[in-house]
T-cell receptor, first 118, second 108 residues
Framework: GAGVSQTPSNKVTEKGKYVELRCDPI?????LYWYRQSLGQGPEFLIY????????DSGLPNDRFFAVRPEGSVSTLKIQRTERGDSAVYLC????????????????FGEGSRLTVL | AQRVTQPEKLLSVFKGAPVELKCNYS??????LFWYVQYSRQRLQLLLR??SRESIKGFTADLNKGETSFHLKKPFAQEEDSAMYYC??????????FGAGTRLFVKA
């Protein structure tokens, strides 16, 4: 595809349920990021993958949140026992591995998955 | 601590007026700074980065390490500049931290 694709675009669930959000990055991009954006806030870093491994998961708020990228392409963010406070737009981004002085690559974002926990 | 501060949630200017969106950062290492923009009903996208030292859509931003700032400026605002602007910090190891954002509204 031409850009980062995220599904579903909207998800409404009940408190306590399990949710999976999917991200399909730009082909050839080795780096993949998940961010969470609450109303009126900027994107909040959750986790970053380089290839298949989570290089930095310091932003995951607690152990109810987990993300995988088994083949180094598509990633799934998994949220267990959802709570109302998990309601937000979950953004995925991908980038090429940066080189030289450009240590942080340009992030290409998807349109986000809006999660509403009732 | 790694932090990006955008003090203004909303900035409203008239068309043709100069605009400056403020950004301050906190980072102990060598920073990489970016401005991302989100136009209405579009996805978040990169506007410019400090290492490129370029002007995009008439916008420029200079990294001031002494003041730990990376303010975004444009001499003459246009209506199509109305959008949400996020300052971002490359905090090492590919981690990018975003500010809370400033909504720019350019009035006709």
């Amino acid at each position: 595809g031409a850009g980062v694709s995220q599904t579903p675009s909207n998800k409404v669930t009940e408190k306590g349920k399990y949710v999976e959000l999917r991200c399909d990055p730009i082909s050839g991009h080795t780096a993949l990021y998940w961010y969470r954006q609450s109303l009126g806030q900027g994107p909040e870093f959750l986790i970053y993958f380089q290839g298949t491994g989570a290089a930095d998961d310091s932003g995951l708020p607690n152990d109810r949140f987990f993300a995988v990228r088994p083949e180094g392409s598509v990633s799934t963010l998994k949220i267990q026992r959802t709570e109302r406070g998990d309601s937000a737009v979950y953004l995925c981004a991908s980038s090429l591995r940066a080189t030289g002085a450009d240590r942080t690559g340009e992030l290409f974002f998807g349109e986000g998955s809006r999660l509403t926990v009732l | 601590a790694q932090r990006v501060t955008q003090p203004e949630k909303l900035l409203s200017v008239f068309k043709g007026a100069p605009v400056e969106l403020k950004c301050n950062y906190s980072y102990s290492g060598s920073p990489e700074l970016f401005w991302y923009v989100q136009y209405s009903r579009q996805r978040l996208q990169l506007l410019l980065r400090h290492i490129s030292r370029e002007s995009i859509k008439g916008f420029t931003a200079d990294l001031n390490k002494g003041e730990t700032s990376f303010h975004l400026k444009k001499p003459f605002a246009q209506e199509e500049d109305s959008a949400m602007y996020y300052c971002a910090l490359g905090a090492g190891g590919f981690k990018t931290i975003f500010g809370a954002g400033t909504r720019l509204f350019v009035k006709a």
